[in-house]
């Protein structure tokens, strides 16, 4: 998956494509992440040929006038563009467990690295569930990620947890007892239509 800044005028996203296949890319899927001030942010979801390595793609598409690749990154098999609205089915199907399917399916619905529900009921925030890449959030940890009564972005530096590189991460409340985490290990930083999403899809838990 690339995260890509290209001019917002017509012939963009072709020359972007064009450029993508000149090196053996297969496009997979193309959705819009954010636009504004005449830039628009596309996420490629593509197929790289086994022979070629990542950093050709990078090279060819900012090699294009006004084009910058922000992110690059292996991204899990099953996400596309109707990736929000098939988790909104799968919640529907089991209210009773809606948040914890939306935790489930958040590293492919936001290509986060890893996501985890939050119990708040009791003195201390508790780890309800997390994805397989989730860190072990101690509630000293868990602490720093607060308020967990709004929807907000955070920055961790490098080694907030032994091993772990720099992470941004979004907070959005489920109910008042538990929140939703979700975050990348090194980035791109949530975008605010990225956190609208998922304030909006942990606000049909409710």
Known sequence: MMRVLLPDRPGSLGRVATALGGVGA??????????????????????????????????????????????????????????????????????????????????????????????????????????????????????????FDHTHRADLEHGWLPGWGESTVVVTPVTRDRAIVIGRLGGPAFMDSEIARLHHLAALVK
């Open 26 to 147: 297969d496009i997979n899927a193309v959705e819009i992440v954010d636009k504004g001030d005449g830039e628009v942010v596309d996420d490629f979801i593509v197929d790289l040929p086994h022979d070629q390595l990542p950093e050709m793609l990078v090279t060819a598409c900012n090699a294009l006038d006004g084009v910058k690749v922000q992110w690059i990154s292996r991204y899990p098999e099953g996400g596309g563009l109707q990736s929000d609205l098939e988790a909104l089915e799968r919640m529907t199907a089991d209210p009773a467990q809606a948040a914890e399917t939306l935790v489930g399916l958040c590293p492919v619905v936001f290509r986060s690295h890893w996501a985890a529900l939050l119990d708040l009921a009791g003195e201390t925030p508790q780890l309800a569930r997390s994805t397989t890449l989730a860190p072990d959030l101690s509630d000293t940890l868990v602490r720093r990620l607060e308020p």
